[in-house]
T-cell receptor, first 112, second 115 residues
């Protein structure tokens, strides 16, 4: 069964520097990976996605890298801003989209 | 504002009781998803409905049930509640059947506390 692991519960970064959030998965069969951001007292909001046929996707300050051989993906935020402080979830969507599996999340603190 | 509404925002009840959580999807969205987030846990997928029909099932307990009505709003029914059911319950909606990286839009959640 698919597992999505975000092994770092929290990350602290200085404003202006790069934030790197990591995600590992077990099942090679997947459709897409998505990243969601969550502020306290709000639901998660979609940030960026990457399909299984790509190894990189970029949207402004956010870039996701996919390393299929290592079953690993990472979200890079450059430059980090205090408003980026939130919990970031990595989510796997299986073939056909029958299920979405979320990681446990990484709490990012961006210090001014 | 995602356009997804959930009621109530907070719910406090006792063990053994039954509660109903309600979700209204974004206008035009046909899929509704339910997730459970326990303390310091990720979001656990419970169930998805598409245009009134159950489409996918996750780790949903038999004590839990859901449905999607003709107007596309959805309800999640939790019965014989246990202390461990205390969690945040999120509803999300998407435009179509899901998959292919389709974005899910999340409501603000219902916080359930079982005493």
């Amino acid at each position: 069964d698919q597992q999505v692991k975000q092994n770092s519960p929290s990350l602290s970064v200085q404003e202006g520097r790069i934030s790197i959030l990591n995600c590992d998965y077990t099942n090679s069969m997947f459709d897409y990976f998505l990243w969601y951001k969550k502020y306290p007292a709000e639901g998660p909001t979609f940030l960026i996605s990457i399909s299984s046929i790509k190894d990189k996707n970029e949207d402004g300050r956010f870039t996701v890298f996919l390393n299929k051989s290592a079953k690993h993906l990472s979200l890079h935020i450059v430059p980090s801003q205090p408003g980026d402080s939130a919990v970031y979830f990595c989510a796997w969507t299986g073939p056909g989209g029958f299920k979405t599996i979320f990681g446990a999340g990484t709490r990012l603190f961006v210090k001014a | 504002d995602s356009g997804v509404t959930q009621t109530p925002k907070h719910l406090i009840t006792a063990t053994g009781q039954r509660v109903t959580l309600r979700c209204s999807p974004r206008s035009g969205d046909l899929s509704v998803y339910w997730y459970q987030q326990s303390l310091d846990q990720g979001l656990q997928f419970l169930i998805q409905y598409y245009n009134g029909e159950e489409r996918a099932k996750g780790n949903i307990l038999e004590r839990f049930s859901a449905q999607q009505f003709p107007d596309l709003h959805s309800e999640l029914n939790l019965s014989s509640l246990e202390l461990g059911d205390s969690a945040l319950y999120f509803c999300a909606s998407s435009l179509s059947i899901g998959g292919r990286g389709e974005t899910q839009y999340f409501g603000p959640g219902t916080r359930l506390l079982v005493l």
